[in-house]
């Protein structure tokens, strides 16, 4: 984070307010024995954002060890095939670890040290944020626990052994559907036993303040770093830009910056799935209603009587039943734009982007690929489109393999 940028995004929001909430979402819906935790740790955050020791080393590590800044690509071959819009990728997918998670993952862990922490414990689904947290333990030497359904274990096994091999201990949860859900529940009753000493590195902008708002910051240096280079390659701002959305941190990290430049139009893009039927996909805002799951007032996939439906996605890391709580407020405000993008377009975006630009794109990002590239057709020439290349697809080819009947091995 440059300190240029740091004066001017003081201002646009000043949410959320002092309860957690946007609006009427969000807020601290949490078991007694956790409130003292994340009021200290609400404190201890507050405190590094002004300590200028702490924004140094956040720094210092985003580049040394995160590769920060990441580039904003003009994909012209992408641009040409749509025939509209010129497009630029955000190149998140050029991060350490693959993905935007360690911007988050190596803010949390510098914060956890300041406040004397020895060991950490995260939730993840695809793995992707386990993977980070596991890397950016093994860096600072933090004892790391990691919580994970037992059928993304198996499902996503290179991660496990991944995890494994930076030091981390991959615990297997068997509880309900054994995926990102029932994890999360593990990962909050590890920290209410163990919270003295254990700091929970939530990996979206989701659950209970202070995490979306800490979560969002964290990855708030996506959206500078696209101001600062659309500045240098084109002189103005963007017209669109464009992200996919699970918990919501890669698009919030890279909307928040252009909240109040009302010439940005911002979209998130959900998980279709296989289209729009209870059970089938997971796009919150295409039949959610409000409700509360793990510690934050949000649009929840539920049924009638209010429990958690089923939600499916070809990308586990979108594969969610709640939206993170800004995400709800901006959609309510009419601020944000939401879409969907569904399995059978996502697998084509996949493949098309390998093919125009030399770039594998993951699942999740696809999902933003489909919608940018309907966008960008629907643009005219002299306009501009960001596209948010969230992660690389590494972790995916052997899936997509199997999806087109192609063997690997
Ligand atoms: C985890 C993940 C996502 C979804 O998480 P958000 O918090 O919504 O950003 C998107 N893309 C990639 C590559 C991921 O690993």
Known sequence: MSDT???????????????GRFGQFGGVYVPETLM?????LGQAYEAAQKDPTFVEEL??????????????????????????????????DLLHTGAHKINNAIGQAILARRMGKQRIIAETGAGQHGVATAAVCAKFGLKCVIYMGAVDMERQALNVFRMRLMGAEVRGVEAG????KEAVNEAMRDWVTNVRDTHYILGSALGAHPYPMMVRDFHRVIGKEIREQIMTAEGRLPDEIIACVGGGSNAIGAFFEFLDEPSVR?????AGGHGIKRGEHAARFEG?????????????????????????????GLDYAAIGPEHAYYRDIGR??????????????????????????????????????????EMRKDEI??????????????QVARMLGQRTS
């Open 5 to 19: 940028s740091a004066a001017k995004t003081a201002a646009p929001t000043s949410l959320p307010d002092a309860k």
């Open 177 to 180: 559907q054994k995926t990102l």
């Open 266 to 270: 911002l979209i998130g893009v959900e």
């Open 385 to 398: 489109l960001v596209i948010n290349l969230s992660g690389r697809g590494d972790k995916d080819v052997q």
């Open 36 to 40: 003292t935790a994340l009021a200290e």
């Open 288 to 316: 959610g209603k409000l409700g509360v799951l793990q510690g934050s007032k949000t649009y929840i996939l539920q049924d009638p009587d209010g429990q958690i439906e089923l939600t499916h996605s070809v990308s586990a």
């Open 59 to 92: 720094r210092r590590e985003l580049k040394e060890f995160a590769g920060r800044p990441t580039g904003l690509y003009h994909a012209a071959r992408l641009t040409e095939h749509c025939g509209g819009a010129k497009i630029y990728l955000k190149r998140e």
């Open 336 to 377: 944000v734009g939401y879409a969907y993008a569904c399995d059978d377009e996502v697998l084509e975006a996949f493949q098309l982007l390998s093919r125009t630009e030399g770039i594998i794109p993951a699942l999740e990002s696809s999902h933003a690929l489909v919608h940018g590239i309907k966008r960008a057709k």
